[in-house]
């Protein structure tokens, strides 16, 4: 029913965090399963900043920063805020490939 699909809609709304251009959101269990994960946040959306220009694309799913495993798109983006200078971001694509990227976080993020 249409009603059905606004609800998920506002759910995973709820769901997401934006940080520096990047808006990650807590994945389901399935797509856990399809990239056989325990744990990560997937890339919804990616504009430009130090995330895209580090190699991060939309659906990548972050698994660990800096050797910590997260969680949840709030608490993935609570541990980058915390966080200056180079990261370390461990995860999958869509596609399954492993990869780990280093995220130069620029110090005067204060701001935003």
């Known amino acids: 029913s249409e009603d059905g699909g606004t609800k998920v809609e506002m759910a995973q709304k709820s769901n997401t965090e934006t940080y520096l251009g990047?808006?990650?959101?807590?994945?389901?269990?399935?797509?856990?399963?399809?990239?056989n994960l325990k744990n990560g946040v997937r890339v919804s959306n990616i504009s430009?900043?130090?995330?895209?220009?580090?190699?991060?694309?939309?659906?990548?799913?972050?698994?660990?920063?800096?050797?910590?495993?997260?969680?949840?798109?709030?608490?993935?983006i609570a541990a980058l805020k915390?966080?200056?200078?180079?990261?370390?971001?461990?995860?999958?694509?869509?596609?399954?490939?492993?990869k780990i990227l280093a995220v130069k976080i620029p110090a005067n993020t204060d701001s935003e």
């Not at 269990?29 to 990239?35: G, W």
């Not at 220009?53 to 949840?72: C, H, K, L, M, R």
């Open 22 to 35: 990047m808006t990650l959101a807590t994945t389901s269990r399935e797509e856990r399963l399809k990239l």
């Open 48 to 76: 430009k900043g130090v995330f895209k220009d580090a190699g991060i694309e939309s659906d990548f799913v972050i698994t660990q920063i800096n050797n910590e495993p997260v969680y949840s798109a709030q608490g993935a």
């Open 82 to 98: 915390s966080l200056k200078g180079a990261v370390a971001i461990e995860g999958k694509t869509g596609a399954g490939v492993e």
